[in-house]
Structure formats: structure tokens, C-alpha cells
């Protein structure tokens, strides 16, 4: 089975902390994905890579930044925390084409103090 | 942007019972994707469909695509507690690499 790990499953920052989320999946995928997950407001892209060192921004990339230099890892970070960004991250792998479901990760859930 | 409406918001069913949820977009659908999520974890890939009328079946859990490729839905049919979760439905777009989500339906399943 693909697995898709995240690094952590629950995070206390503080407010202008630089935060990295970290990302591992380990089935060769080459599309990758960063999501945040708020009540109400389900799923939203922040940003998503086709390929090593491709990314490409989602519906909201701002406050945030990412890094894919090796094709498993996939790297999500928080510029300057800020508690709007207390939120569920989820991160997802897949194979190209839409065909194929994505494999999410169990997420990180975020809390800026 | 594509958006995707699922009904209900939420949903508390007793055991046994059968169940729909709906998921309506704004727009054509050229790929339809169905996830569940345990609370607090994250997504499980379903199925998907593509093609209008279609039909797919995991278990008891069964989605159909309408011919029009606006609207899904998922039927459960005798529910049981291992099905409650949060049910999504998600839609490809940006050259079908990006998916978008729904806001979920939140299914509670008593004994």
C-alpha cells in the first residue's frame, strides 16, 4: 500500500515562529499536494508540485511556501506563523492523471498561539 | 472556480438504515472522486467516476455519476457504525491534476 507520511501529527507554535510541515510518501508518485482543512470551509489547495523542484500555487499559497527537492519529500512552509493559520494540513500523493485517487497523509493539526 | 454543494451538512442515521448523500457541482463533471474521513485522520480514497450514468460499489457504499455529469451521489445501503465519518466528494480540474472538495457531510451511525 502507499503510504503517505506526515511528520507530525499535532504542532504548538508561536505567532511569527517559521513553521515546516514535512511530507513523505513512499510509492514513486510524482504529484504532490498541501491542503488545510477548516470547519465549514472544507479543503482548500495551498500549493501542489508535479515534479521535483515544480510547484505550482493553489487557491490560497498566501503565508505560505514550499520545497520538493527529492521526488518523496514534499515540504510545506509557514513564513511567519500567524493564528489564522491554526488549521488541519493535510498532504497527498498521487500518480499523474485523474484517474487515480489521491493518497492522503493523517495531517497535522496546527495551532498558532 | 468549480464548486461543489454536498447534502446534508450532516446526518445521524440508527444502524441498519440505508443513506444518500448528495454532491452537486456547478459545473461539468469530467472526473468525480468520493473520500472518507475518520475523525481527526485523514481522507480514504473510495472510488471515482468518470463517465455520465456510471456506477461503482465498494462494500456496502454506492456512488452513481448522472447522465448530465452535475450531480453525484452515494448511497449506503444497512448502515453500520464502522461507516460514520465525514464523506467528501471532490471534482478534477486545472487539467484534472488539481482536486477540488466539497465542505463534507458529517454521517453519525447509532447502535
Known amino acids: 500500500d502507499v503510504k503517505v507520511t506526515q511528520s507530525s501529527r499535532y504542532l504548538v507554535k508561536r505567532t511569527g515562529e517559521k513553521v515546516f510541515l514535512e511530507c513523505v510518501q513512499d510509492?514513486?508518485?510524482?504529484?504532490m499536494f498541501w491542503y488545510r482543512q477548516d470547519p465549514g470551509l472544507g479543503l482548500r489547495l495551498i500549493y501542489f508540485?508535479?515534479?521535483?523542484?515544480?510547484?505550482e500555487k493553489g487557491d490560497i499559497p498566501e503565508g505560505y511556501s514550499v520545497s520538493r527537492e527529492k521526488k518523496e519529500r514534499f515540504s510545506l512552509i509557514l513564513e511567519s506563523a500567524s493564528t489564522n493559520q491554526t488549521s488541519m494540513y493535510l498532504c497527498?500523493?498521487?500518480?499523474?492523471?485523474?484517474?487515480?485517487?489521491?493518497?492522503f497523509g493523517s495531517g497535522t493539526r496546527l495551532t498558532v498561539v | 472556480s468549480q464548486e461543489l454543494e454536498q447534502s446534508p451538512q450532516s446526518l445521524i442515521v440508527q444502524e441498519g438504515k440505508n443513506l444518500t448523500i448528495n454532491c452537486t457541482s456547478s459545473k461539468t463533471l469530467y472526473g468525480l472522486y468520493w473520500y472518507k474521513q475518520k475523525y481527526g485522520e485523514g481522507l480514504i480514497f473510495l472510488m471515482m467516476?468518470?463517465?455520465?450514468?456510471e456506477e461503482k460499489s465498494h462494500e456496502k457504499i454506492t456512488a452513481k455519476l448522472d447522465e448530465k455529469k452535475q450531480q453525484s451521489s452515494l448511497h449506503i445501503t444497512a448502515s453500520q457504525p464502522s461507516h460514520a465519518g465525514i464523506y467528501l466528494c471532490g471534482a478534477g480540474s486545472g487539467g484534472y491534476q488539481k482536486v477540488t472538495f466539497g465542505t463534507g457531510t458529517k454521517l453519525q451511525v447509532i447502535p
Open positions: 508540485s508535479y515534479d521535483v523542484k515544480m510547484k
Open positions: 510509492m514513486d508518485h510524482e504529484n
Open positions: 497527498a500523493s498521487r500518480q499523474p492523471g485523474f484517474a487515480y485517487g489521491y493518497t
Open positions: 467516476l468518470q463517465k455520465g450514468g
